[in-house]
């Protein structure tokens, strides 16, 4: 879990640098969005455990498809 939570931050901090010189739209801050949006959904999930009431599965090798744009 703390190398997950270490690799959000990482992303954290590499979203809002892009995003602060590339602009909210460009592509590469899109990219880093989806993949920190995904990040934090499985920690999300980790964090509640199995006894969730929710049926969901997520993956964790997560790959951003480098043709998105």
């Known amino acids: 879990m703390e ?3 270490s690799k959000i931050e990482s992303i ?3 979203l809002l640098k892009t995003a ?3 602009g ?3 592509t590469e801050t899109i990219k880093l969005s989806v993949e ?3 990040l934090l959904n499985i920690y999300s ?3 509640k455990g199995s006894n969730s009431k929710t049926n969901c599965y997520l993956r964790n090798d997560f790959k951003f498809d480098e043709k998105f744009g």
């Open 24 to 26: 909210l739209s460009s």
């Open 12 to 14: 954290r901090i590499e």
């Open 36 to 38: 920190l949006d995904h």
């Open 3 to 5: 190398d997950l939570e």
């Open 45 to 47: 999930y980790d964090e």
């Open 20 to 22: 602060e010189e590339r």
